[in-house]
């Protein structure tokens, strides 16, 4: 069971690392992340329950990872070695290059999405980028189906009051 484990967990490298560059926005921290993850779940496999949601079960692994590290390095400073903030850092590792309306529209959703809470964040970023299904984000997230319902909603309408000017466009 552990190379069929091995082999079915690693089919989720990509997700688990964009999630990574999501919640990190720094390359080498994400591949650590991911790395880290990855180092639990074959640790732990032994309690992953056969005909469950792998990915999920991932996914929750890697979160939970980052909300310990996070809250590890928290007291540390805001800013960056080179003075820059680290929110200002991008947050989706493929932005457009082609026009720069739609780099400044890209820019805009990122410092939008910044302003949302955590969990807010999570939940879009899980439901409407990686395209999980709600059941998956609940276990990821450790929390109710009805919970994630509610949080991409209210997630969804502070984006909306966030980048009312692009209304009008």
């Not at 999920?56 to 979160?63: D, E, G």
């Not at 809470?117 to 984000?137: D, K």
């Amino acid at each position: 069971m552990t190379g069929d484990f091995e082999r079915q967990a690693l089919q989720h490298l990509d997700a688990l690392y964009n999630f990574a560059m999501y919640l990190t926005r720094n390359p080498p921290e994400a591949d650590d992340l991911v790395q880290e993850t990855y180092l639990r779940a074959f640790r732990f496999s032994h309690r992953f329950q056969a005909g469950t949601h792998l990915r999920a079960w991932l996914f929750q692994i890697l979160r939970n990872t980052f909300l310990t590290f996070y809250r590890l390095h928290e007291r540390e400073s805001a800013l960056a070695e080179d003075g820059v903030p680290d929110w200002d850092v991008p947050m989706f590792h493929d932005a457009p290059d082609d026009t720069a309306g739609a780099m400044e529209a890209h820019t805009d959703l990122e410092r939008a999405m910044h302003r949302l809470p955590e969990a807010f964040r999570t939940v879009l970023l899980l439901a409407e980028v990686e395209g999980m299904p709600l059941e998956e984000i609940a276990r990821a997230m450790s929390c109710p189906v009805g919970t994630v319902k509610s949080r991409i909603f209210r997630a969804k309408e502070r984006l909306r009051a966030l980048l009312r000017d692009y209304e009008s466009r």
